[in-house]
């Protein structure tokens, strides 16, 4: 069964500063995607990022990146320029790619982050 | 194009009760995933439709259930309410035609009150 490891249940951060939020995963399979959410206070949950196992590049969607670490099982999102409205929980999710994991997400426990003025 | 849609955002039901919640997928959208988030399990997966068929399902028990309509609309029923099923349940859909198109988008939530 695969597991999503977020170690830091909260981060904080000032206006315009960058910030790291990290994110490890255990998996036997080989092919499969990663996937950063945003939930605001609103609980709405929005997609962030997305990372395939199979592309080497990492992922890039404005200001917000990832470094995916494949052997290490690695996968941190990068907010750079950070804007109030990023306040919010974070979460890392995996999806394998085979019939088993079919519309299934395994999320980490989220980590909170919280942008200062 | 419209998100998914979730109805009702509010339920409140007393132990014993059942509920229904329903989930509208984004139009072409043709599979449907439900979680649970609670404060203290987090995210957990219940199940999944395609097709109007379930293909996958999480570790909850019998009285979780749900069913998905031709036009991909999805239901799920909770039968015996227990003061624990109090909790935000989320509804994601997505393309499902393949390889790189099974990015999940969910629903604002459904928030089911147990007393």
């Known amino acids: 069964a695969q597991t999503v490891t977020q170690s830091q249940p909260e981060m904080s951060v000032q206006e315009a500063e960058t910030v790291t939020l990290s994110c490890t995963y255990d998996?036997?399979?080989?092919?499969?995607?990663l996937f950063w959410y945003k939930q605001p206070p609103s609980r709405q949950m929005i997609l962030v990022i997305r990372?395939?196992?199979?592309?080497?590049q990492n992922a890039t969607e404005n200001r917000f990146s990832v470094n995916f670490q494949k052997a290490a099982k690695s996968f941190s999102l990068k907010i750079s320029d950070s804007q109030l409205g990023d306040t919010a929980m974070y979460f890392c999710a995996f999806r394998g790619a085979g019939g088993t994991s079919y519309g299934k997400l395994t999320f980490g426990q989220g980590t909170i982050l919280t942008v200062h003025p | 194009k419209a998100g998914v849609t979730q109805t009702p955002r509010y339920l409140i039901k007393t132990r014993g009760q059942q509920v229904t919640l329903s989930c509208s997928p984004i139009?072409?959208?043709?599979?449907v995933s439900w979680y649970q988030q609670t404060p203290g399990q987090g995210l957990q997966f219940l199940f999944e439709?395609?097709?109007?068929?379930?293909?996958n399902k999480g570790n909850f028990p019998g009285r979780f259930s749900g069913r998905q309509f031709s036009n991909s609309r999805s239901e799920m029923n909770v039968s015996t309410l227990e003061l624990g099923d109090s909790a935000l349940y989320l509804c994601?859909?997505?393309?499902?035609?393949?390889?790189?198109?099974?990015?999940?988008?969910f629903g604002p939530g459904t928030r089911l009150t147990v007393l």
């Open positions: 990372q395939e196992a199979y592309k080497q």
């Open positions: 998996t036997s399979e080989n092919n499969y995607y």
């Open positions: 439709y395609f097709s109007e068929t379930q293909r």
């Open positions: 994601a859909s997505s393309l499902a035609l393949g390889m790189g198109t099974d990015t999940q988008y």
């Open positions: 139009s072409g959208h043709r599979s």
